[in-house]
């Protein structure tokens, strides 16, 4: 990587770019994971590089659906083990799920080096995925393999960073799926049963957390967090915090202002 002296105001994002520059380099992130990456990067921008309101009530509601999940499954493509591998692994610890490598792009050298990055970080972690026998209906090709005792299986699904078309597979497959997606207005965000409009950098310790007080709440409590959960509501309010952000910022000025706060 290259070295990024922590004074530099921009510190953090020129950082996790790095982070997606050697995931490419180790074979973990598609050419396209790059421009997902910008792209969600111009979202953090705009709601203030910070985890807001609708993106908290969207985690715990997250974290109660998974914690009472039968069988809960994090998916990790090459973005996640580029960014979060660590936290991927704590966050299905904290959550007692299990972890499955499911990339769009699937090549064997892939799945190798994700798997790799990840059990840097705990040899032992058992990872599905690696030769997946089941396919999600109507996804053709490599994108729609799945291990049949991890996605097939689930009831409760976690696709960070993911595509559209494989999110609304799975919601037709009846699976309920979590997302994490700084972008609200993707598919992806539109079609999940939950999504989370942050930055996954922030989402992922988060969550974990959020697991570590919540394992203790009966099962009341956490089907009463997801009865009043509304993504459709979530998503409008985020789409309205990032207006009234953006109107502040015009009547204030951003001229020469090194910080643009919230």
């Given at each position: 990587m290259v070295k990024i002296p922590k004074s530099h105001p921009r510190?953090?994002?020129?950082?996790?770019?790095?982070?997606?520059?050697?995931?490419?380099?180790?074979?973990?992130?598609?050419?396209?994971?790059l421009i997902a990456h910008g792209r969600g990067e111009a979202f953090d921008y705009i709601i203030g590089e910070k985890t807001i309101e609708p993106a908290e009530r969207a985690m715990k509601a997250a974290v109660a659906k998974l914690l009472l999940a039968e069988h809960p499954v994090i998916s990790v493509n090459g973005n996640v083990a580029a960014l979060v591998p660590k936290e991927t692994i704590e966050l299905a610890k904290a959550l007692n799920?299990?972890?499955?490598?499911?990339?769009?792009?699937?090549?064997?050298?892939?799945?190798?080096?994700?798997?790799?990055?990840?059990?840097?970080?705990?040899?032992?972690?058992?990872?599905?995925?690696?030769?997946p026998t089941k396919r999600i209906p109507g996804l053709e090709h490599e994108r729609g393999k799945v291990d049949e005792n991890g996605i097939w299986?689930?009831?409760?699904?976690?696709?960070?960073?993911?595509?559209?078309?494989?999110?609304?597979?799975l919601v037709a497959m009846g699976k309920f799926v979590i997302t994490i997606d700084l972008n609200p207005l993707s598919r992806s965000a539109r079609m999940a049963d939950i999504t989370i409009v942050d930055n996954i950098v922030r989402a992922y310790p988060r969550m974990t957390e959020?697991?570590?007080?919540?394992k203790d709440y009966s099962r009341e409590e956490l089907l009463k967090i997801i009865e009043?959960?509304?993504?459709?509501?979530?998503?409008?309010?985020?789409?309205?915090?990032?207006?009234?952000?953006l109107t502040r910022l015009a009547e204030g000025g951003i001229w020469r202002k090194k910080e643009l706060g919230s």
């Open positions: 510190y953090w994002s020129l950082y996790y770019r790095e982070k997606i520059i050697e995931g490419m380099e180790k074979g973990m992130t598609a050419k396209a994971g799920a299990k972890l499955e490598i499911n990339l769009f792009y699937r090549t064997e050298e892939r799945v190798k080096a994700i798997a790799e990055e990840l059990r840097k970080y705990d040899p032992e972690i058992e990872l599905l995925g690696i030769n299986k689930a009831d409760v699904v976690v696709v960070p960073l993911e595509d559209g078309d494989r999110t609304e597979a959020l697991a570590r007080e919540m009043e959960y509304d993504n459709g509501k979530t998503l409008s309010d985020v789409l309205i915090h990032m207006r009234d952000r």
